[in-house]
Antibody, heavy 118, light 111 residues
């Protein structure tokens, strides 16, 4: 069974950094592109970033470009999101999501809450 | 403001049919990109409901169906049940933004 388990969320002050991790299991991690999708409290879904199956390409939403970095460690079956220069509007539940056919999201983690507040 | 436009809410009585629209533009749905739908219950992660405009993953009841035409798409739910009460999101790709885009979400209430 596919499992995606996020960790690393918490409360952080504006301007500081935080790194999220996502441990993947139940499938061949290196064969799938992976995403981060976030959801602010009471709001809708927002795509954040994608990394290709082999890590060769990465793309970001304009709202996080230059501040966030997506990466993966194939040996550890783990996806990461390094978040720098955090702002209050980055407050959200961050989901680790598996890509399917470079089109849609077929498996979602349970999410990790990041709160940016002084 | 979401790139894809959905009605904030829809409602229907048990057994009825409801539809949720998803309106895009020439840079996403109108450009030929597929539309996908997700169902989300309060406090839980979204779940894939429809992919590739009108395909259901294993385990999704055939009461749920999708369609796409021009710059819009729709999710239809027939034989409405109380457990269908949830938020529904459409998703596609936008060539101007070079990324995945979502609708703002629609809250379905079963009366």
């Amino acid at each position: 069974q596919v499992q995606l388990v996020e960790s690393g969320g918490g409360v952080v002050q504006p301007g500081r950094s935080l790194r999220l991790s996502c441990a993947a299991s139940g499938f061949t991690f290196r064969n799938f592109g992976m995403h981060w999708v976030r959801q602010a409290p009471g709001k809708g879904l927002e795509w954040v970033a994608i990394i290709w199956y082999d890590g060769s390409n990465k793309y970001y939403a304009d709202s996080v470009k230059g501040r966030f970095t997506i990466s993966r460690d194939q040996s550890k079956n783990t996806l990461y999101l390094q978040m720098n220069s955090l702002r209050a509007d980055d407050t959200a539940v961050y989901y680790c999501v598996r890509d399917r056919d470079n089109k849609y999201f077929d498996w979602w983690g349970q999410g990790s809450l990041v709160t940016v507040s002084s | 403001q979401s790139v894809l436009t959905q009605p904030p809410s829809v409602s229907g009585a048990p057994g009825q049919r409801v539809t949720i629209s998803c309106t895009g533009s020439s840079s996403n749905i109108g450009a030929g990109y597929d539309v996908h739908w997700y169902q989300q219950f309060p406090g839980t992660a979204p779940k894939l409901l429809i992919y590739g405009n009108n395909n259901r993953p294993s385990g999704v009841p055939d009461r749920f169906s999708g369609s796409k035409s021009g710059t819009s798409a729709s999710l239809a739910i027939t034989g409405l049940q109380a457990e269908d009460e949830a938020d529904y999101y459409c998703q596609s790709y936008d060539t101007s933004l070079s990324g995945r885009v979502f609708g703002g979400g629609t809250k379905l209430t079963v009366l």
